[in-house]
């Protein structure tokens, strides 16, 4: 029993992969072949479903629309969650409390509440079907998690070393990008992480606020699953692609993600 | 941490934050109250209903089934999912090669949009061509998650601990790897069995990163909404039907502004209270 232990995290990887397996196996398929039967590998290999996916326009601007308002969203989140946190770090403020358990409030609200009011607001401030819509609506939830992550990992660091380099006579800016950026990389590493997994998973708002110009990939897979008959292959195909920017992220973070996750408080 | 100093130009620093969330909090929010306090006969008319919704939302049928489901739902995959994920960082290896390894490709479920792992367990589970939907007919058992309740509730919470215990896993092993080797020693000298090691040592430790996992599984799964629609549809029947799935039909579908309205108020308010006094309780014994 005891030897058997060390199975159970590779058990649970195989559960993990078993889905994706069979998704990349439909992806190698005719729609065709799918439809007609049941086999653990593709009978008649193609590369058709991933052949359109890359020449019509239609299907691969989904992934650019999706990674351009993931990207934007990750850089305003980080501009502005880095000062707030500093200030929630390092000072005591008026309602500062008040204040960052009403940011936090933010996280727990049901995005199907605010699919209706964020339709009218983007509309009648003129950014409907932008990016910059979906990059916006994304931050309610992601500025939150941000400032607590990153309020977490600067309150790890001694405030001597603010007091320091006021000392050796850096000004506050210079200080806070020569030194304190470079301190808290880790956790601004970890944040974005967080940032462009909430925003690139969503999709109840990226689909409400988008029509034609900014439109994510996922609204495109769900129209092609309607409209065009049911091409399962081809739904396979994007599903699979869409599994690879989030592997890189990982791949990029992994170093931080269990370090990270320790030393700040998420 | 060294104290903190006043300083009321920190105020400064975080207006941008205030700015940009408020944006996206209040109006809508706003909007939200405007709607479920009247009534709308088109054209942009609006009368006064006070708070004609709210009753008739508390005392519908249709509201306290899908309450029902949500806590059930929400319930059985926390039950699932935090003791899965606990136990099985507790048999990661700690260090190695492997680590990495294990780490990324346990991260992945996390990073796919939420209708891909919808879709993905929709042709999974399908049962003539998907492989789990072929397996488990093929023990004998009769599956079929489109046309029976059951079967569907068991592929939702299967693919949402599926999804998300990862997380769990992430967050717990973080908790162990940060557990100074001394303990361990100490433990080993005094001869603890690994029960009381885990039980007096690990999970003391890990209670910080396990609020907040409590924490977000319960808010995420209590808003949940694209996998199970992707994957049931809120079906068969309304047997899949969870407070958000209910929430866009009556807002988008049907567009009976009042009611959503009066809706949204209300799941917004429980899922605050419920998320209040979970952190309540689990913070209870921290030193303040």
Known sequence: MKRLIPLAPALYIAFLMLPIYWLLNMSFKTTNEILGGFSLWPNQFTLDN????????TWYMGYVNSLTYVTINTAITLVVALPAAYAFSRYRFLGDKHLFFW??????????????????????????????????AHVLFNIPLTVWILE?????????LDETAYVDGYSFPRFFARIFLPTIKAGIGVSAFFCFMFSWVEMLLAKTLTAVEAKPIAAIMTKTASSAGYELGLLAAAGCLTIIPGAFVIYFVRNYIAKGFALGRV | MATKTDNQKAWFF????????????????????????????????FFWEGVGWFEQVLHSERFHAALGRQLMFTGII?????PLGVAIA???????????????????????????????WNIFALPEIGLLGRAINAMGIDYNYTQQPLAAWFTVILMDVWHWTSLVVLLAYAGLISIPDAYYQAAKIDGAKAWAVFRHIQL????RVLTIAILLRFIDSFMIYTEPFVLTGGGPGNSTTFLSIDLVKIALGQFDLGPAGAMSLIYFVITLLVSWVFYTLMTRDDPK
């Not at chain 1, 977490?152 to 001597?160: A, I, K, L, N, Q």
């Not at chain 2, 926390?78 to 935090?82: M, N, P, S, V």
């Not at chain 2, 003391?204 to 209670?207: G, I, L, R, S, T």
Request: charge should be neutral; proline fraction near 11%; aromatic fraction near 10%.
């Open chain 1, 50 to 57: 991933y052949r359109t996916i890359f020449t019509d326009p």
């Open chain 1, 103 to 136: 940011l936090l409030t933010n996280r727990m609200a049901p995005p199907a509440i605010f699919a209706l009011p964020f339709f009218q607001l983007y509309s009648a401030v003129g950014l409907f079907d932008t990016h910059l819509a979906v990059a916006l």
């Open chain 1, 152 to 160: 977490g990992f600067m309150s790890g660091v001694p405030r001597e």
């Open chain 2, 14 to 45: 975080v207006l941008p934050v205030v700015v940009l969330v408020a944006f996206n909090a209040l109006i809508p929010l706003m909007t939200v109250v405007n709607y479920s306090v009247q009534e709308t006969f088109g054209n942009n008319l």
């Open chain 2, 78 to 82: 926390l039950a699932i999912e935090i």
């Open chain 2, 90 to 120: 507790l048999t990661m290896p700690r260090q190695g090669p492997w680590v990495p390894v294990c780490l990324v490709l346990m991260a992945l479920p996390l990073l796919i949009p939420w209708n891909v792992v919808g879709s993905m």
């Open chain 2, 204 to 207: 003391p430790k890990m209670k």
